[in-house]
């Protein structure tokens, strides 16, 4: 009797919105498989359309959306597309999110406010995804706002590797805010260093936050600032200022996503950080750029997951034997 082999899905697609193309081409290169084909169109009354140049019946789709400026529209185009892939008969649709917008509503925490992490969540799944992935949520209790399955991988590996490259034996890593503590204490253990962190208290008149003082040592010391993302850079402005206070030396700042909202990219000109370390899950522009950024990559990650998701192989044994 000849055997029977069930293939649950079938070939690899790789699709990209227009959120970040670039680093949707590099995972294809990197995955040594073709980009797949989309029209992406933008009506006059701001509506988008999505029409595939290709079949898709069958095939494992795994597509590449960061929620990245302009955030609503590039939203729009991810459920758009899932919805597009699952009407074209996909096998399985995997949305890879390198970039999580709205993290930070994550609950309720005052009255009559929105949950919007898990209203985004909830949008993803009724499109028509089966699977999502996203790297380094700003809050991990997102995950348990999809009720499918789903990968949060981390990018902190790729950030340490490169201080520990960089070899700063007299340095300490701090910490942007106590709600950060443990991702920078294991940042600090990676690297062998002491860590430090900065007190932040919340407003009780409005959703601010003041960085009020520093807990450790940092006096005549290099300082790596460590935190998930850069937005108005307003959390790194006064954690620059308050280690500078403190005696601290040259000043490095790590983060994942550099967002770089208004007027993130003027108080950066400004800031007496020598080197700012970050990745490209969010792309900047090249009117954002600045002489002191060096971006890493984040493709080699997503595509070694995106191989191990389709191949049916455990991304956990993965991510512990990273190094870091």
């Not at 009559?112 to 380094?136: S, Y």
């Not at 490169?162 to 942007?176: C, G, I, S, T």
């Amino acid at each position: 009797m000849k055997e029977i082999t069930v293939k649950m899905y079938g070939e690899l697609a790789i699709f990209g919105g227009s959120g970040n193309p670039a680093l949707t081409q590099e995972i294809c290169d990197y995955l040594q498989v073709p980009l797949s084909q989309a029209d992406i169109i933008d009506f006059p009354n701001e509506n988008v359309f999505i029409r595939l140049r290709q079949s898709v019946r069958g095939r494992d789709v795994f597509l590449i959306q960061p929620m990245c400026s302009p955030v609503n529209r590039n939203i729009m185009e991810l459920l758009i597309t899932i919805d597009t892939l699952k009407r074209a008969s996909a096998g399985r649709i995997t949305a890879v999110i390198p970039f999580y917008s709205y993290g930070r509503s994550d609950k309720k925490d005052q009255p009559r406010v929105p949950i919007t992490a898990r209203l985004i969540a909830d949008m993803i799944t009724v499109a028509g995804a089966d699977r999502w992935m996203t790297i380094d949520l700003h809050a991990g209790q997102i995950q348990g706002f999809f009720s499918i399955p789903g990968d949060e991988i981390t990018a902190f590996n790729i950030l340490s590797d490169y201080f520990v490259k960089k070899n700063l034996p007299d340095a300490v890593v701090v910490a942007a805010d106590l709600g950060f503590a443990k991702k920078g204490r294991n940042f600090a253990e990676k690297l062998g260093l002491p860590l430090a962190f900065v007190e932040k208290r919340r407003s009780i008149t409005d959703a601010s936050s003041k960085a009020l003082t520093l807990i450790g040592d940092v006096h005549n010391k290099d300082v790596i600032i460590v935190d998930d993302e850069v937005d108005t850079a307003g959390s790194l402005m006064e954690a620059v200022t308050i280690v500078k206070h403190h005696g601290a030396k040259d000043i490095y700042a790590s983060f994942i996503h550099p967002i770089f909202s208004p007027p993130a990219v003027e108080r950066l000109r400004k800031c007496e950080i020598r080197e700012m370390v970050t990745t490209d899950t969010v792309p900047i522009p090249p009117e954002k750029m600045l002489p002191n950024i060096t971006i890493l990559s984040v493709a080699p990650l997503l595509g070694e997951v995106i191989r191990r998701v389709h191949l049916g192989i455990s991304v956990g044994e993965y991510m512990k034997d990273v190094p870091g």
